[in-house]
């Protein structure tokens, strides 16, 4: 113990700086993952393993006690542990949900919560360094870190790349039209009257090639109709699988409507509910990013 | 969107040489009768109605 007392405030420094930046990145996990108390409770512990793992890095580096930071190559497996937990719960979860959050969304929050561990670890190993500098500079460094963290783990949303505006919902015979897209047959006519008195639509335009490529993703589709489903409420059940949440595109143009008949018939929740969506990782594609997409897209 | 193989559970119509198969066939004498047996059908299969426009309705699991 000896050892580590003249460290002893590197150490609480970066633990605290840990924790705290956990918990401002547990906030933003509740507009996309129900918080739980005991999954906070975990999440808040796990987070708090890696603050305390990050700051007593610095002190065994310190110390030329080399093993000990290899120890940090441990924690990095207990992370991708959380990982792997996370999804398996969601996953679980998903079998009773009637609108799915599909698993590119799933795989998402999982990465997101592994990622959030070894963020918090970055800042309290940064801090705790720091803090050999002194107090003031150890307060400076927590801040930077924690909007650091903040900003980056906020992620994009629909909104951003898309423009989403209202749509008409009409039938042509038994065909359901969001807008000029086709979204299925509705046989029922009782369903069909209920369709038109109770839906609303939206129509979702990419502003450019990225946001098409993104858009054609089912999964980020599948993330749309489920945040859509779960802010405004649906009228879908078991055995009226017609009031089911769609996402269809239009083939020409690479744009998709959402049709989905809510609780609340509120147009304007609803597109702020669609906007808010989160972009999901895996469906980011940037084909603008290459010669041939650059080529393609004129 | 579900990945579960879709098939034709039932198919109702007003006119019986519209349809053959190994599927079951329910024939009605009514619009009236083949709205409603539909809708039976559907509910305790979970199932959607769909209408090809020639008098038959069928009945698709998603």
């Not at chain 1, 046989?187 to 450019?208: C, F, Q, T």
């Not at chain 1, 858009?215 to 489920?226: E, K, N, V």
Request: proline residues 3%; aromatic residues 6%; hydrophobic residues 50%.
């Amino acid at each position: 113990m000896s050892r580590l007392e003249p460290y002893l405030f590197n150490i609480i420094a970066g633990s605290l700086a840990g924790i705290i930046t956990r918990i401002f990145l547990m906030r933003l996990d509740y507009r996309q993952y129900p918080g739980y108390p005991h999954g906070l409770i975990s999440h808040l512990s796990l987070g708090a393993i890696a603050a305390a793992l990050g700051a007593v890095a610095v002190p065994a580096l310190m110390n030329k006690d080399f093993t000990a930071f290899t120890f940090l190559a441990l924690a990095a497996q207990q992370f991708r542990e959380i990982r792997n937990i996370e999804r398996e719960t969601l996953q679980n979860l998903e079998e009773m949900r009637l609108e799915k959050r599909g698993k590119d969304y799933i795989e998402g929050i999982a990465r997101t919560f592994e990622a959030r561990n070894y963020l918090v670890m970055a800042t309290s190993f940064i801090t705790s360094a720091v803090a050999l500098a002194g107090v003031w500079q150890a307060l400076a460094a927590a801040v930077v870190l924690l909007l650091a963290s903040v900003r980056f783990m906020a992620g994009e949303v629909v909104g951003d790349i898309c423009e989403v505006a209202p749509a008409k919902i009409h039938f042509k015979d038994t065909l359901l039209f969001v807008g000029d897209i086709n979204i299925m047959t509705v046989g029922l006519r009782e369903s069909r009257e209920k369709i038109l008195h109770d839906a609303l639509g939206v129509m979702i335009k990419p502003l450019n090639d990225n946001s098409r490529a993104t858009l054609h993703d089912m999964g980020q589709r599948m993330a749309i109709s489920h945040t859509a489903a779960v802010i405004m409420g649906s009228k879908n059940e078991v055995d009226m699988p017609e009031f089911t949440p769609l996402v269809r595109k239009n083939i020409d143009t690479g744009a998709v409507a959402l049709y989905i008949v809510p609780m609340e018939k509120d147009i304007e929740a609803l597109l702020a509910a669609v906007r808010r969506t989160p972009l999901l990782e895996s469906a980011r594609l940037k084909p603008l990013k290459t010669q041939a997409g650059r080529i393609a897209s004129d | 969107m579900s990945e579960a193989a879709k098939g034709i559970l039932a198919v109702i119509t007003t006119d019986r040489n519209k349809v053959t198969g190994a599927v079951p066939i329910f024939i009605a004498d009514s619009e009236e009768e083949k709205e409603k047996v539909a809708r039976y059908l559907a509910s305790t299969l979970d199932a959607m109605v769909h209408d090809l426009e020639n008098g038959v309705y069928y009945i698709v699991k998603h």
